[in-house]
């Protein structure tokens, strides 16, 4: 098996690399700068100098907010690349793994989210993610789509936020009436390297859509408790959505029910607070 690995320099990307050297896995890992996955040509020659069997894509454009402002970068990104690494996965007949988001669903829903229950994103970044899927079932049997939510690991995401925060304030507000399930980069990789193996196996045919994100669902104030718990410098203060607007909406309920994955593949939820 030789892994190509998009989106080398983002959170899970990098996480794919640790987690792949440490298996002894080959695999070529690629930043934006060396493939632009809406680039066919980019995408066949990269295929081709590689060997590669089977792709994982975690490039994504994941400035929710700046989505809303830049609508054609997030399409180009996040369902345009998407649909060429179909293309070319087809041809080359190897499969596709792609990491998708919890904000395909509208958060209206009262308890978890199933893979088969429709969807209905809010904003551009959740419509232009929500288009990714389509375009890859559209044209490539062989794949399997991972959808998480709320991931954290690496230099720039909710927890280093908050560590910043912390610094600067002696309180920080943060919305509690937004819930779902902070998941690890590195869990996230793991999981994708555990179906990796498995799809690697010409007999598997369990291709299709699967959730995967961490336990116990809390909110997004809860989870900054934990961030900061034992600060004793800076009080987290809960707050309703409506007195921290932003530009793209989120879903309130982001909570993803997890029982496919571990029926399937045997992944358990990791338990993010251990792994923060």
Not at 49 to 64: K, P, Q, S
Not at 82 to 98: F, G, Q, R, S, Y
Request: proline share 5%.
């Amino acid at each position: 098996m030789k892994l190509l690995i998009t989106g080398a320099a983002g959170q899970v990307g990098e996480a794919l690399q640790t987690a792949a050297e440490e298996r002894g896995l080959s695999f070529s890992a690629m930043t934006r700068q060396q493939l632009d996955i809406s680039s066919r040509a980019d995408v066949e020659r990269v295929v081709t100098e590689t060997g590669a069997t089977l792709i994982i894509n975690a490039a994504a454009y994941t400035a929710v907010d700046l989505a809303e402002e830049d609508a054609d970068a997030a399409y180009t990104v996040n369902r345009d690349g998407p649909k060429t690494l179909a293309d070319v996965a087809a041809k080359e007949n190897i499969p596709l793994l792609h990491i998708s988001t919890d904000f395909v669903f509208d958060g209206e829903k009262t308890g978890a989210y199933l893979e088969t229950d429709p969807c209905n994103p809010l904003s551009v970044y959740g419509k232009s993610k929500w288009e990714g899927e389509k375009a890859i079932t559209d044209v490539l049997s062989r794949h399997v789509i991972l959808r998480t939510a709320w991931v954290f690991g690496g230099e720039k995401n909710f927890v280093s936020t908050m560590r910043r925060l912390a610094k600067e304030r002696s309180q920080v507000s943060v919305v509690n009436d937004q819930r779902g399930g902070p998941t690890s980069a590195q869990s996230i990789a793991e999981a994708l390297l555990t179906i990796a193996f498995h799809v690697d196996d010409p007999e598997f045919c369990n291709w299709g859509i699967y959730h995967f994100a961490g336990s116990p669902s809390v909110s997004w104030y809860e989870f900054a408790s934990a961030i900061l718990e034992g600060d004793p410098t800076t009080e987290v203060l809960p707050i309703p959505t409506t007195d921290y607007p932003t530009p793209a909406t989120r879903p309130q309920n982001s909570v993803l029910n997890c029982s496919k994955i571990k029926s399937v593949f045997g992944i358990d939820q990791p338990d993010w607070r251990q792994e923060l």
